[in-house]
């Protein structure tokens, strides 16, 4: 059954349906939400919110203009965003610099010894870019589907990520 049959089933109350899509797509979008929050309540708070709209809001996915999984990563990074602002967290945007290459930056990632001062270094970011380097670097989406969810361009979300990864270069370098 495809997943556009299985939330058709659930637009009709079919709580089975909802069952399988939470199996598929629970474990991705908690990874996601706690890689954005530094709360776990917030981010318990935020993935439960993201399936409620699942369940309530489900007739409004199409899934002739997006998978799935972009369209729940989507209302996540949005509710994200939304604690943000509520927070009085800014939304900053830097000037977009020269290009890094991707690889050395994953390369960087993969050997540094300390998971705790990654996660402490993204939580740095703005959010804007930690949510374009966790959907593409942790969440192995693609850039359209990441540029989709943020809603910009490819080549926005390239700009996006190569300044995110040199911020947090930096940032992890100081800790060393």
């Not at 960087?108 to 970011?125: A, G, I, P, R, T």
């Amino acid at each position: 059954m495809t997943e556009a049959e299985l939330v058709e089933q659930l637009s009709s109350g079919d709580e089975n349906a909802y069952r399988i899509l939470l199996d598929r797509h629970l474990a991705p979008i908690t990874a996601y939400v706690t890689r954005m929050m530094a709360s776990n309540a917030d981010t318990e708070d935020i993935v439960q919110e993201t399936f409620l709209r699942l369940w309530t809001q489900g007739t409004r996915y199409n899934p002739d203009t997006a998978k799935l999984t972009t369209w729940l990563h989507n209302i996540a990074h949005n509710l994200c965003i939304d604690h943000f602002r509520k927070h009085n967290r800014m939304v900053l945007e830097e000037a977009a610099d020269e290009p890094d290459e991707q690889e050395e930056f994953v390369d960087q990632l993969m050997h540094f010894d300390n998971v705790k001062h990654v996660e402490q270094s993204l939580m740095q970011l703005p959010e804007r870019q930690r949510s374009a380097i966790i959907m593409c670097h942790y969440q192995g989406m693609s850039n359209r589907d990441a540029a989709v969810i943020l809603e910009i361009s490819v080549e926005a979300l390239e700009s996006l990520m190569a300044r995110g990864r040199r911020k947090l270069r930096k940032l992890l370098e100081a800790k060393i």
